[in-house]
């Protein structure tokens, strides 16, 4: 649906006198920050300015409910803010995403968080500048649960964070009901966007000095299974391969049940898909994993990743749930197996945490926490003793990289990622950020290597 909007010109009208500030607290995932980018963009488009956290008016978080310390950071920061509103009643609080998509959740701001403006869950972009101008304006509250996560709004304006890497999503919601997940309920069922829509979108970047493209879906595998005709991922991305000016393709997340032949072929003859695939794991026992409902076996996953470990220079990262409901000794040493035997470039480790609403939370759950902290730290120690013979293979090699900026730690050193998304620093200059460069790799530390641009 095409992004038209009245209430951002009345909100402009507004902020000509009153100049008011934004300041966005993005929670969890990569397509929460993706779209709290859009709703930077219609921010700026009702002509708010972007704020700090000290100086601003509204207050918008993009919350997450994927794991329980994300609904705590959001009320230990509300509880900060009502401080700020009882100091200067020009500052409105506004929350929405994953966590507002929860009818009980919304229950509990309305009854303990009085002071919060408005609360819309996901997918209410339409209808987000017609709130906010009501709260701000008119004095109107919007409190109430309204289920629009099966929206799919088009054209909404963006600001990007970064002036050469840019998001764009591909796919939003999820059929999968993994039985740890929330996600399927609060993101509504899978809408695959356009191919022409996309593939607009990323020429408009190209046009813009984008040069890498992150392609976003909470499993990017199913793009094209609600179209009518035939249209798959790996088609989408042969055709944002002839895209001129964007020169690395990465995405995020595929699942490993939809990982067919014709993808691994696709990212083995391109020359600007990154040489590195997210596959999460999420446990290595056939049983747990069918507890899951992750639809793959321990044997089925371990054989996808080697044949992806055939295209020369890959790396794989995952993700792994270690302590899930009944979770045994046997069965976690079977995710350790796995991991031994890939051999991953990056893991995101995670101890369960149940979600309420979802089938894991009803799950019977008798395994210690202590045990589920040993059973991570086990994890840790394997991965960490794993990685360096990874990054000492890359020494002496030349890499295609996009120079970033100056390193976070050393003014005189500037860093960028390889297509295996290994961080790198080196020498450069300030002419160099937003370029292509080639860099060979002179040594390897843990979490980076070291190299010279070429
Ligand atoms: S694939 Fe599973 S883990 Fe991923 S979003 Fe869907 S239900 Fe959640």
């Not at 507004?14 to 929670?27: A, G, W």
């Not at 794991?67 to 609080?93: D, H, S, V």
């Amino acid at each position: 649906m095409k992004f038209v909007n009245s209430y951002l010109a009345r909100m402009q009208d507004y902020n000509k006198e009153h100049k008011l500030k934004y300041y966005i607290d993005t929670m969890g995932c990569q397509m929460n920050e993706n779209d709290s980018m859009k709703y930077a963009g219609i921010l700026e488009s009702m002509g708010f300015e972007k704020g700090e956290e000290d100086n601003s008016n509204l207050y918008l978080f993009n919350t997450c409910c994927v794991r329980e310390n994300a609904e705590n950071t959001l009320f230990g920061r509300l509880g900060m803010l009502k401080k700020k509103k009882m100091q200067n009643p020009q500052t409105y609080i506004v929350i929405i995403g994953c966590l507002t998509q929860q009818q009980v959740m919304v229950d509990k701001i309305k009854k303990s968080y009085r002071f919060v403006d408005v609360i819309l869950g996901t997918g209410a972009m339409s209808i987000f500048p017609e709130k906010i101008y009501n709260a701000i304006v008119t004095n109107e509250k919007h409190l109430e649960y309204l289920d629009m996560s099966n929206a799919l709004d088009e054209d909404v304006p963006v600001v990007f964070d970064d002036k050469y890497k840019a998001s764009v999503s591909i796919i939003y919601g999820c059929n999968n009901f993994c039985t740890y997940c929330i996600v399927p309920y609060v993101r509504g069922r899978e809408r695959s966007r356009k191919p022409e829509d996309i593939i607009s979108d990323i020429q408009k970047l190209a046009k813009d000095g984008y040069k890498e493209i992150m392609l976003l879906g909470q499993n990017v595998n199913s793009y094209g299974n609600d179209f009518d005709e035939k249209y798959t991922f790996s088609m989408l991305l042969q055709e944002i391969e002839k895209i001129d000016g964007i020169e690395i393709i990465r995405f995020m997340s595929p699942h490993p049940k939809d990982f067919k032949d014709d993808l691994i072929e696709v990212i083995k003859n391109s020359k600007k898909i990154a040489r590195q695939i997210h596959l999460p794991l999420q446990s290595g026992n056939t049983e747990v994993l069918k507890k899951m409902n992750r639809k793959y076996t321990k044997e089925q996953y371990i054989e996808l990743a080697m044949k992806l470990k055939q295209i020369p220079d890959i790396s794989l990262s995952t993700d792994i749930i270690v302590g899930f409901p009944g979770e045994t000794e046997e069965q976690f040493e079977d995710t350790l197996d796995v991991v031994n035997t890939v051999k991953f470039d990056q893991i995101y480790m995670f101890i369960y945490s149940p979600r309420e609403g979802t089938v894991g939370a009803r799950m019977e759950d008798n395994t210690p926490y202590s045990q589920k902290v040993e059973r991570l730290e086990r994890l840790k120690k394997l991965y960490e003793d794993t990685l360096p013979q990874l990054n000492e293979k890359m020494v002496g090699k030349t890499y295609k990289l996009l120079v970033e900026g100056k390193s976070k730690t050393n003014d005189n050193l500037y860093t960028g990622r390889t297509s295996q998304n290994k961080v790198v620093v080196f020498e450069a200059n300030e002419e160099d950020v937003g370029k292509v460069v080639n860099i060979k790799i002179d040594s390897d530390h843990l979490w980076y290597l070291k190299g010279t641009i070429v």
